[in-house]
């Protein structure tokens, strides 16, 4: 009996848990102190769950992490990011928001690093970057997480980006979208790449690289996996599925533009969609955007 009552003492109830979760955001927001339209609008209190979270709960931790977020966004501005600057980036279609979701809801990333196109490292994070920002845009409502798909096919350690690229966007990825990533999937990599990876996995935290997964054709315990992940009528061929990939550049710039109206509006801007030929704005319809306060969240 003694036993029993001790344990029954010591556990703790989902509901208390809750409430102490609460009391640390409530915290957290307080130790920001008063905050004003971008901030505002960014740091809601699932933004501070987040960085909570990846603080193991420590108002203290998470406090200086967020506030170097916020510096951050100030001068890198990834919400004024649009897609006629760095579409250039996408034509080969090397990453970009695919058009389905995994099991969970989750927005999905597709990576082809053997198609990269582009050598300047600052164009290379910014173009990534802006895909976070625009895969958050595209998250459904209750679901805050991402997944990556990268399929190695065609790789080699000429096509691929720089170290300086992978560490400065490691460290953007851990540093400003904390919580962001679920899981990050490298599909079929080969021997080549563990030289790679072997120096990016330098700067990656403990808990991002637990969300690095390894998966392999014609290996039962990756399809197996990738089945819990995935409706395999929904996942291309290339990682084991049954839909076929096909990247339009055209077809996924009128989408960007579009969804880039939509950004404008988030954030405040009053802007109007660019035109879209080829795959590139057209300069006639360009409007700056003009920043205006948000809404209070």
């Known amino acids: 009996m003694f036993l029993l009552r001790r344990n029954t003492q010591t556990q703790s109830h989902p509901e208390d848990l809750n409430l102490e979760k609460d009391a640390k ?12 339209g971008r901030c505002l609008k960014y740091c809601n209190d699932a933004c501070l769950r987040r960085y909570l979270e990846a603080r193991t709960w420590n108002v203290d931790k998470a406090k200086k992490m967020l506030e170097e977020t ?87 350690l000429s096509t691929n980006i720089s170290i ?38 330098y700067f990656l935290d403990p808990k ?5 997964n390894f998966v392999y054709p014609n290996s039962k315990s990756s399809d197996n996996f990738m089945k819990t992940l995935f409706d ?8 084991g599925g049954k839909a076929t990939l096909k990247y339009d550049h055209e077809e996924f710039s009128r989408m960007m533009a579009e969804d880039d109206v939509k950004t404008a509006k988030l954030w405040g801007f009053d802007e109007r969609p660019h035109h879209i030929m080829n795959g590139h704005s057209g300069a006639a319809l360009v409007q700056e955007p003009m920043p205006v306060s948000p809404p209070a969240s």
């Open 164 to 201: 300086k690229a992978a560490r400065d966007i490691i460290n953007i990825l851990q540093d400003h979208y904390p919580e962001r990533l679920a899981i990050a999937l490298l599909y079929n990599p080969p021997k080549i790449f563990q030289a790679f990876y072997k120096a990016v996995k």
């Open 70 to 156: 916020l510096k951050w966004r100030a001068t890198y501005k990834p919400e004024e990011i649009r897609w006629h600057e760095i579409a250039h980036e996408g034509e080969t279609g090397k990453a970009f928001r695919s058009n389905f979701h995994d099991m969970f809801g989750r927005t999905v990333l597709i990576m082809r690093p053997g198609m990269q196109n582009t050598n300047s490292p600052e164009d290379n994070v910014r173009y990534t970057v802006y895909l976070l920002e625009n895969s958050i845009l595209n998250l459904p409502e209750g679901q805050e997480q991402m997944s990556w798909l990268i399929d190695f096919t065609g790789f080699s």
């Open 232 to 239: 395999l009528e929904n996942l291309p061929c290339e990682f």
């Open 25 to 36: 955001v409530s915290e957290l927001r307080a130790a920001l102190g008063p905050l004003s």
């Open 208 to 212: 991002t690289a637990q969300k690095v």
